[in-house]
């Protein structure tokens, strides 16, 4: 059983390159999450897929897109990366809904040069 | 300006020490959650409050709800090695989940 993965760990990208992150779960939740962590600010939600087939935008949607793939994967695109978006980010899961518990994955650590 | 206010950002202490960290807001909220996180790794989820005034005890972490809903505090008792990470509270508004910006904690030995 090994939760959330996610893909790949750490990445380096230079500014208008694009790249998908992958995420995983195994857990049979409903609900799925990409966060952002920048220093100082916490984690802060970037979209999130309240179930299979929706997807919605939180408070840092600008420059991004997801896919909910099937139940189980939650991809994150940047389609243009920008220095600002160097940061760590996570991807979540929950049951029902984010009153509930979320279990978070590893983290990927993207650096935009 | 933040949802959620933590409070210290950073906090270094001796092994043994007791420490509380506050996590505050203008708002009321439904219920809290508290996270910790370790280097290199996601938040874990230690606890969550529902009603004002609750107490909740998880070892030596001891978390409270302030009775009007709009605070929290978490207070460690002789603080190990272990308990180094960042911490984190949350809550549920605006259908999502918010942060505050952690409070660091370091544990020296």
């Known amino acids: 059983n090994a939760g959330v993965t996610q893909t790949p760990k750490f990445q380096v990208l230079k500014t208008g390159q694009s790249m998908t992150l992958q995420c995983a779960q195994d857990?049979?939740?409903?609900?799925m999450y990409w966060y952002r962590q920048d220093p100082g600010m916490g984690l802060r939600l970037i979209y999130y897929?309240?179930?299979?087939?929706?997807?919605d935008k939180g408070e840092v949607p600008n420059g991004y897109n997801v896919s909910r793939l099937n139940k189980r994967e939650f991809s994150l695109r940047l389609e243009s990366a920008a220095p600002s978006q160097t940061s760590v980010y996570f991807c979540?899961?929950?049951?029902?809904?984010?009153?509930?518990?979320?279990?978070f994955g590893p983290g990927t650590r993207l650096t935009v040069t | 300006t933040q949802l959620l206010e933590q409070s210290p950002q950073f906090l270094s202490i001796q092994e043994g020490e007791n420490l509380t960290v506050y996590c505050n807001s203008s708002?009321?909220?439904?219920?809290l959650q508290w996270y910790r996180q370790e280097p290199g790794e996601g938040p874990v989820l230690l606890v969550t409050?529902?009603?004002?005034?609750e107490v909740k005890k998880l070892k030596r972490l001891t978390f409270q709800f302030g009775d009007a809903r709009k605070d929290s505090s978490l207070h460690i008792t002789a603080a190990q090695p272990g308990d180094t990470g960042l911490y984190l509270c949350?809550?549920?508004?605006?259908?999502?989940?918010?942060f505050g910006g952690g409070t660091r904690l370091m544990v020296k030995p």
């Open positions: 897929s309240a179930s299979e087939g929706t997807t």
């Open positions: 979540a899961s929950s049951d029902i809904g984010p009153i509930y518990e979320q279990y």
């Open positions: 949350a809550v549920f508004a605006g259908n999502m989940l918010t």
């Open positions: 409050v529902v009603t004002g005034g």
């Open positions: 857990m049979n939740h409903n609900s």
């Open positions: 708002s009321v909220f439904s219920s």
